[in-house]
């Protein structure tokens, strides 16, 4: 079954899993909780005691109104729901859900009142990120023109 696996910290990957109750708690790392946004036919799958177990915050989620109403504690997965039964992400639900939960987030509280920051790497991963962009592109060729005349002034 195709999925959505939105990991903490991490951004969100498609996978590949076996079909079932014991995949979906492997994944999960725990009993499962199934949250339905009613907006299409797919279900958030998650631990269930994933906040009691004190797992990493996750991914916020929020109402029809842009309103935060949850975060979810821990690993959890986008799949397709037909008829009770988890079943692989359509391609179109899958760049639909792969777009709003792609970019890990940072939670903290302010005035007593949850918030939250979409991660953004730090300047040392993306000069890190950049570098090896670079290499790939690296030729060997001739310094600037006159770097190596002396200076006659």
């Known amino acids: ?6 990991k903490p910290n991490e951004s969100a990957i498609e996978a590949e ?16 909780e199934i949250y339905s946004p009613n907006i299409d036919p ?3 799958v998650l631990n269930e ?3 009691i177990m004190n797992l990493e915050p996750n991914r916020a989620l929020y109402d029809s109104n842009g ?3 949850d975060v979810v504690a821990g690993t959890f997965f986008v799949c ?25 987030e940072i939670f903290f509280t302010e005035n007593g009142k949850i918030k939250v920051q979409k991660f953004k790497k730090s300047i ?8 090896k962009i ?3 592109y690296h030729t060997d060729h001739p310094t600037s023109p006159g770097k190596d005349k002396k200076d006659l002034s």
């Open 42 to 44: 797919v279900c958030y």
């Open 1 to 6: 079954m195709k999925i959505l696996l939105v």
């Open 134 to 136: 670079a290499s790939e």
């Open 124 to 131: 040392t991963e993306q000069i890190k990120e950049g570098a």
């Open 49 to 51: 005691e994933g906040k």
């Open 80 to 104: 397709g729901m037909e008829k009770g039964d988890f079943v692989s992400l359509s391609p179109a639900l899958m760049d639909k859900y792969k777009k709003l939960f792609l970019e890990p």
């Open 17 to 32: 899993i076996e079909s079932g109750l014991n995949a979906a708690q492997r994944v999960v790392g725990g009993r499962i």
């Open 67 to 69: 309103n935060l109403i």
